[in-house]
């Protein structure tokens, strides 16, 4: 059972920056990939960047490629993800997913969810 803790949301200006840090604990965390969603209200949940277990490999949604940058650090047991340039559109809860099958990159499919964490971005 792997538990997974996000920190780093607030509010910000547009034009901004934020980290977003996720900790994870309960399981070998080199296992897994892992990403990042978002949920806006009223709107499914997305996805928003991906990276492999090896951290070699990194995913992202188009909306954010070039602002966001996802990252992992597997002797802390940390993925984070530094968002610049952020727009009011990226106000969203973000959850960090955590999943050991190869397959599970962009869909929702992650075994393990954080609780997520607020960012909004004013005009």
């Known amino acids: 059972q792997v538990q997974l803790v996000e920190s780093g949301g607030g509010l910000v200006q547009a034009g901004g920056s934020l980290r977003l840090s996720c900790a994870a604990s309960g399981g070998i965390f080199s296992r897994y990939n892992m990403g990042w969603f978002r949920q806006a209200p009223g709107n499914e949940r997305e996805f928003v960047a991906a990276?492999?277990?090896?951290?070699?490999?990194?995913y992202y949604t188009d909306s954010v490629k070039g602002r966001f940058t996802i990252s992992r650090d597997n002797a802390k047991n940390t993925v984070s993800l530094q968002m610049n340039s952020l727009k009011p559109e990226d106000t969203a809860i973000y959850y960090c997913?955590?999943?050991?099958?190869?397959?599970?990159?962009?869909?929702?499919?992650?075994?393990?969810w954080g609780q997520g964490t607020q960012v909004t971005v004013s005009s």
């Open positions: 990276i492999r277990w090896s951290g070699g490999t990194t």
């Open positions: 997913a955590a999943d050991s099958r190869y397959g599970v990159v962009r869909s929702p499919r992650y075994e393990y």
